[in-house]
């Protein structure tokens, strides 16, 4: 998965520096940032970054909460690097959902290893479809069945069941669906979401029932016989 698009988060210069040059080394695109705000800035900009380094100690935002920023919207891969290494801090990362955790000061060598195991393991989940009941997303030949039937579906309508599919019993606010599947700098109103879901519900028949309206937040795609 070599040119994939890593972004590495820390306010050292020469830590930034190093990690970019090892990464350069294996052909990925290296985009840096400073601070926290900065971090969200770039990455709610590029939308197609495939893997987050992250240093927990920031100026203006710390990991933490750069993190806890990402995960409203994206479940991409993120490494927090840190100098913390009590258990309590790696176990508040792991829930918070951190893919790997390494202290520093760590082998350059290793953490590239261990960044082309996590790319590696998404590519290979990112080709296995999405199933849900008698749904079933092919990511990739980005096609959607219902049943045996093939349900033929607009770009935003694929990338919305498919934002559904992986993120089944959860309540997704507007915000949410519109950053993630209309990109962080779509200046549309979530009518368009509404519209949307409209119909796509209606493209999956009685099936469409299963995307669940919840008030006052945006809509949950929930499993059959779920009451």
């Given at each position: 998965?070599?040119?994939?698009?890593?972004?590495v988060v820390d306010?050292?210069?020469?830590?930034?520096?190093?990690?970019?040059?090892?990464?350069?080394?294996?052909?990925?695109?290296?985009?840096e940032a400073a601070?926290?705000?900065?971090?969200?800035?770039?990455?709610?900009?590029?939308?197609?970054?495939?893997?987050?380094?992250?240093?927990?100690?920031?100026?203006?935002?710390?990991?933490?909460?750069?993190?806890?920023?990402?995960?409203?919207?994206?479940?991409?891969?993120?490494?927090?690097?840190?100098?913390?290494?009590?258990?309590?801090?790696?176990?508040?990362?792991?829930?918070?959902?951190?893919?790997?955790?390494?202290?520093?000061?760590?082998?350059?060598?290793?953490?590239?290893?261990?960044?082309?195991?996590?790319?590696?393991?998404?590519?290979?989940?990112?080709?296995?479809?999405?199933?849900?009941?008698?749904?079933?997303?092919?990511?990739?030949?980005?096609?959607?069945?219902?049943?045996?039937?093939?349900?033929?579906?607009?770009?935003?309508?694929?990338?919305?069941?498919?934002?559904?599919?992986?993120?089944?019993?959860?309540?997704?606010?507007?915000?949410?669906?519109?950053?993630?599947?209309?990109?962080?700098?779509?200046?549309?109103?979530?009518?368009?979401?509404?519209?949307?879901?409209?119909?796509?519900?209606?493209?999956?028949?009685?099936?469409?029932?299963?995307?669940?309206?919840?008030?006052?937040?945006?809509?949950?795609?929930?499993?059959?016989?779920?009451?």
């Amino acid at each position: 998965m070599n040119s994939a698009k890593i972004l590495v988060v820390d306010d050292e210069a020469r830590m930034r520096d190093l990690i970019r040059d090892f990464l350069q080394r294996e052909k990925y695109t290296v985009l840096e940032a400073a601070d926290g705000e900065a971090a969200l800035t770039t990455f709610f900009d590029a939308k197609d970054i495939a893997l987050v380094l992250l240093d927990v100690m920031m100026p203006k935002l710390d990991g933490w909460q750069v993190l806890a920023e990402i995960r409203r919207y994206s479940r991409v891969p993120v490494i927090m690097l840190t100098a913390l290494g009590e258990d309590r801090d790696e176990i508040r990362g792991f829930e918070m959902g951190v893919d790997e955790y390494v202290t520093k000061p760590f082998s350059p060598r290793v953490l590239m290893a261990r960044i082309a195991a996590i790319l590696r393991r998404q590519e290979e989940a990112g080709s296995q479809p999405l199933e849900l009941g008698d749904l079933k997303l092919d990511r990739v030949a980005r096609q959607l069945f219902v049943g045996e039937k093939s349900v033929e579906l607009s770009l935003k309508e694929y990338e919305l069941m498919q934002y559904f599919l992986e993120n089944v019993g959860v309540a997704l606010s507007r915000e949410a669906i519109l950053n993630h599947v209309w990109n962080y700098n779509y200046y549309g109103d979530a009518r368009t979401i509404d519209t949307h879901v409209k119909k796509l519900r209606s493209k999956l028949g009685p099936l469409g029932d299963q995307i669940k309206t919840v008030w006052g937040v945006g809509y949950k795609l929930e499993a059959p016989g779920h009451e």
